[in-house]
């Protein structure tokens, strides 16, 4: 038997008592977030790119790491996706999760688990969401190489906050060591280290250009099909350019003879 629906004043009470939110969403009449500083967020970025994503989802498994309120979880499966998986470190950001698709009535497993230990998951996904989560890791490539290796099994949805020139222009394979100029090119991939805090966030830690993000995302073996929002990049599994990924391959230590130690 299916719980009796909530009152508007019983979701407004919940919903208040679950505050802050960073997603605003719409929980029959009642804004989670109404005077977000970017307005109806995410939905005013979700609106700019959700044609890069198939409108029927059926038989397909869903990831959203750093799911954060479900915003994007919740679109998922209205689009029909037969399983959809959110994770979040946040234990707050999980209860406004699980109360969001209660409200909604969307069937979705919320799990606490940092992107660093998604091979916990044992499970790769049709189409993985990484929503804003990349400039709050100190480690980010090291993120993208695991979401590659262990969960993502075709499409990757990235998105991150990009600070500097918009520009993606082609870079060579190889430069000579001497060469220089193409570092202070404003298209050149560049991801900027802020030491202290950022719109008085200490959990910002990396901020990349847009030739980052897209340099970043090739070099953790994806291949970028469509950038249909300038933060946003719609991804396919590919083979990594380079033999290894999240882990320097450890050279073995000689012996005097040249053979290998235990």
Known sequence: MSAPALSVEQIRSRAEALGPWFHNI??????????????DYPNVKWRRFRHAIPEDLTGLTVLDIGCNAGFYAIEMKRRGADRVVGVDFD???????????????????????????VAELRERFDIVLFMGVLYHLRHPLLALDLIRDHVARDLLVYQSMQRGSPEQP???????????????????????????????????????????????LRSAGFEILEHPEEEVFVCRVTKRPKPWGAVYPAKPRLNGDGRSQP
């Open 26 to 39: 719409d929980l029959g009449g009642v804004p989670t977030a109404p005077d977000h500083f970017l307005n």
């Open 91 to 117: 234990d707050r950001y999980l209860e406004q999760a699980r109360f969001a698709a209660e409200v909604k009535g969307q069937d979705i497993e919320f799990r606490k688990l940092s992107v660093y230990d």
């Open 170 to 216: 082609p870079v060579r394979a190889n430069y000579d060591f001497f060469e220089q100029d193409h570092f202070k090119a404003p298209g050149y991939p560049k991801m900027h280290f802020v030491e202290h805090e950022y719109a008085g966030d200490w959990t910002n830690w990396w901020i990349p250009n847009a030739a980052c993000s897209a340099a970043m």
